[in-house]
């Protein structure tokens, strides 16, 4: 069982502090390593704050062989009640800027707040000078932090991490999301319209297109969370990219159901195509926005697969 703080001893206060400087610094070479391919100024900054918590470690172990003697009691943060569990790098990939900067917010907080409480049980005196610089030094890895960036991060070296970060959205978020909405939009508009002109009700209609939009959604959430498991190509959480394609197919396929609940076939089905031509338009505009296709071309591509399919439903439909 985890051990109360009130409960530690001199000497187990100390072996606690030396882990978790030890646990910091490698958390900060691991940040520094991943961040090294896509943000390498980043990863420059967490290099120094690794180099520093190295620096921290090696002057509690000097007191403490000082006072106690050569051995150090293995205990750890996690053996002690109160701490945040802190979950492996590997865990949180991939890493975002935004993420990583709040993570070791979190943990210079943390330790901050345990070198303070540590002086309150420590009776000697060159032990509580230091754990009070340390509580200074966590205090100051702000500032250090800012120092870091304005060596590292030139503006040069901003833009192009911006641009890394976008290209990251695209990969992991945008893509598959696009791909799920432009799936959902287009490939479920056959069954829908055929099922609508073929029985001219709204209440079978609505039930096809609900049907066809869940089954596309589940399906092509399986089928982008299958894909890959983003370790080679960067793309992300397989997990993620599954959810944002499942959702937005089924997204893409219930905006033009929904009118289908309406009892009038003929107002739901203007509404219907109205909902359609919308939905095909803000494909086109995505197209552009994020994959730097033009939007007269992303809308003509889009447009003419959709009045395809579209126009094969409704003759299936009359057909029938």
């Known amino acids: 069982m985890a051990k109360r703080f009130i409960d530690l001893s001199e000497p187990e206060i100390l072996a606690v502090a030396i882990a978790s400087e030890e646990e910091d610094s490698r958390i900060y070479g691991d940040v520094a390593e991943g961040l090294k391919a896509e943000y390498p100024a980043t990863a420059k900054v967490f290099e120094g704050m690794q180099a520093e918590e190295d620096g921290h470690r090696r002057r509690l172990t000097e007191i403490f062989r000082q006072r106690f003697g050569e051995h150090i009691p293995l205990i750890r943060r996690q053996d002690v009640k109160g701490f945040v569990r802190r979950r492996p ?50 205090r100051r890895h702000t500032d250090l932090a800012e120092a870091l960036e304005e060596k590292y991060l030139t503006p040069e070296m901003r833009h192009s991490e911006e641009n890394s970060q976008r290209r990251l959205f695209v990969m992991q978020i945008v893509q598959p999301g696009l791909a799920g909405l432009m799936d959902g939009s287009v490939s479920t508009l056959a069954p829908l319209f055929a099922a609508a002109f073929a029985t001219h009700s709204s209440g079978d209609a609505f039930r096809v297109g609900l049907a066809a939009s869940l089954g596309a959604g589940i399906s092509m959430g399986f089928a982008e969370a299958l894909s890959d498991d983003g370790s080679m190509t960067g793309r992300g959480k397989p997990l993620l990219r599954g959810i944002a394609c499942g959702l937005m197919t089924t997204a893409g396929g219930i905006g033009h159901t929904l009118p289908f609940l309406i009892a009038n076939f003929h107002v739901a089905t203007g509404l219907a195509v109205i909902i359609v031509a919308i939905e095909l338009m803000a494909i086109s505009w995505v197209r552009n926005r994020f994959m730097d296709t033009p939007f007269l071309s992303a809308a003509f591509q889009v447009i003419v697969g959709g009045v395809l399919v579209f126009i094969t439903g409704i003759l299936i439909g009359w057909g029938g």
Do not use: C, F, H, N
């Not at 070791?104 to 005196?125: G, I, N, P, Q």
């Open 89 to 138: 790098i590997w865990q949180v990939r991939p890493l975002g800027i935004k993420a990583v900067r709040r993570m070791v917010e979190t943990m210079e907080l943390e330790t901050r707040r345990y070198y303070e409480k540590a002086m309150e049980r420590t009776t000697d005196v060159s032990t509580r000078k230091l754990l009070g610089d340390l509580a200074e030094a966590e």
